[in-house]
């Protein structure tokens, strides 16, 4: 490999020896549903379910394992969107070590609370990862901490390498392996392995679109890490980027039909194969690298994905206001087999006739077929329909 800066496969498989017993070996699954839907076969590999939820974990043994004990003994400190934190502060736990992690100020609490019950101090600094990244590295130099950088550190990389030499051996009819990347370091690892047990398999990193917030809170970083970045450039056969609603829809189809629970970041590599910016063809594998969504993300991830896939419409009309007539609405609606999840009715305040009175209903349906139906019948029937989504 040209890249110097580069753990090679020996690392990578002492770190391997590390984790055993310690990190899962993540099992895999194959998953006709989404193997129907993109045309070749799709194989996923669940990180989601491994210890403290991500693949995290893996580096952050490694790197804190290799420690001195004076080091130890002066604790290690991260910055971290949430999962790293979680990680450092598990391992750094099982090591006797104290950890300080900091985090952005609206990291989810499903990732903030885990870091704390694993005993480390949990800092919520800044509104981004590169403030935390600041806060850790000026408390390093205070305090004489190790900083366990999140992804720009060859044992935290040999660590994630792991998942290679796993998938190695665990799908070795894949052709295409798509990667979330969000600092480079599990990309980096996993390329490293395959690009030495696999030479010839297409290695495709998935990033989420950052044109402003993303649902993918786990690779919201701004850019790779020079270290990483150098890496990825070798090994990468494609980067390419997803949007929030591409990542939505993939959250509820693994959730729906694979029964897995994923965070934005881990669903990144099946958008990319379900919107088809994966390319490749053949037997493709996806890393879901987490599950740590907060339960408040994922309830707003299922409205979206329900509403744009045509299983959720929302519609707004105009009635007389006169007794029967929202029955008599509503009756139609059944009778198209629409299912009522909300009825919103207004009279005051509003710009209408003194006659006239909105109503807003929230309606659970089959498709967006059966939403085109629902609304060609409301509209020949004589209602003046605006679908709000």
Known sequence: MATKTAPSLNEIKEA??????????????G???????VGREIVLKAENLQRTGSF?????????ATLSEPEKRAGVVAASAGNHGQAVAWAAREEGAKATVFMPQDAPMAKVEPTKNYGAKAELVG???EDSLVAARNFAEETGATFVHPYEDEKVIAGQGTIGLELADQVPQAETVVIPVGGGGLASGIALALRAARPGIRIVGVQAGLKGPTIADGIAVKEVGEQTGRILEDVLDDLVSVSDDEICQAILLLLERSKLVVEGAGAVGVAALLSGKAGGAGPAVAILSGGN????VLISVMRHGLTTSGRYLVVRSRLHDRPGELIKLL????RERGNVVSVEHHREGMDMPVNESEVELTLAMRDEHHCAVLLETLRSLGYTVERLR
Not at 16 to 29: I, N, Q, S, W
Not at 293 to 296: A, E, F, Q, W, Y
Not at 331 to 334: E, I, R
């Open 127 to 129: 509104a981004a990862f």
């Open 16 to 29: 391997r020896a590390r984790l055993e017993g310690v990190a899962r070996v993540t099992p895999v699954y």
């Open 331 to 334: 009756s139609l609606v059944a």
């Open 293 to 296: 969504i907060d339960p408040t």
């Open 56 to 64: 995290k974990i893996r580096g952050a043994v490694n790197k804190i």
């Open 31 to 37: 998953s006709e549903t989404l193997s129907r839907r």
